[in-house]
């Protein structure tokens, strides 16, 4: 039996870990910040979601042996010119405060027609601080007016892809993955990784 291969995700996210868990199946071991005591803080001062996840992964990889994945997501709706976009999990006011987020969101949609909007996701890796590759996906798809669903996280219970009238927290994980941006961009990674 073949031992499976470690990557390590630069993240504090629980879910996020768990969603890239789920794609990458039994071949791969994932670890995250909660499998080490020395994880840096790593301050997200970038404009865009390239910048904050090359920080992520060039910082944790420093510190780290192995291959690092870094991303960084977010919701750009349309109307709001491309808002929450890299601010998405602090839209609301507090940092990992989706309840806050969805709400703003919610209400500068209050009565807009125009809905359309994208996730969209950059994935960054890293090993002893140089990047080697990074990659992005996205999903697009449209606003709801109300919340829906109990699975996923952040705006998921909002945001429904092309093509479904339900939310990402409707659908559930299984279909989310093979849909979502964080689901595109991973397929990226482990396509470079396996020519490696």
Request: net charge negative; aromatic share 8%; charged share 20%.
């Amino acid at each position: 039996m073949r031992m499976p291969k470690t990557i390590i995700i630069a993240t504090r996210n629980a879910h996020k870990t768990a969603e890239i868990r789920q794609m990458l199946g039994e071949e791969w071991q994932v670890k995250d910040a909660n499998d080490f005591t020395d994880w840096p803080i790593v301050e997200e001062t970038g404009e865009t979601f390239l910048a904050n996840a090359t920080l992520k992964a060039v910082a944790i990889s420093l510190v780290h042996e192995g291959i690092v994945l870094a991303d960084d997501s977010g919701l750009c709706v349309d109307f709001l010119d491309g808002a929450p976009g890299v601010w998405s999990s602090s839209y609301g006011g507090e940092e990992g405060n989706h309840a806050k987020n969805n709400a703003r969101l919610l209400a500068e949609m209050q009565g807009v027609a125009q809905r359309g909007g994208y996730f969209s996701c950059t994935m960054v890796l890293a090993q002893q601080g140089e990047v080697l590759a990074h990659f992005e996906g996205r999903c697009t798809g449209r606003i709801l007016t109300t919340a829906s669903g109990g699975h996923g996280f952040g705006y998921d219970p909002l945001f429904a892809p092309h093509g479904y009238d339900q939310s990402f927290a409707d659908l559930g994980s299984e279909v989310k993955n093979t849909l979502s941006h964080r689901g595109a961009a991973l397929k990226k990674v482990m396509a470079w990784l396996s020519n490696k």
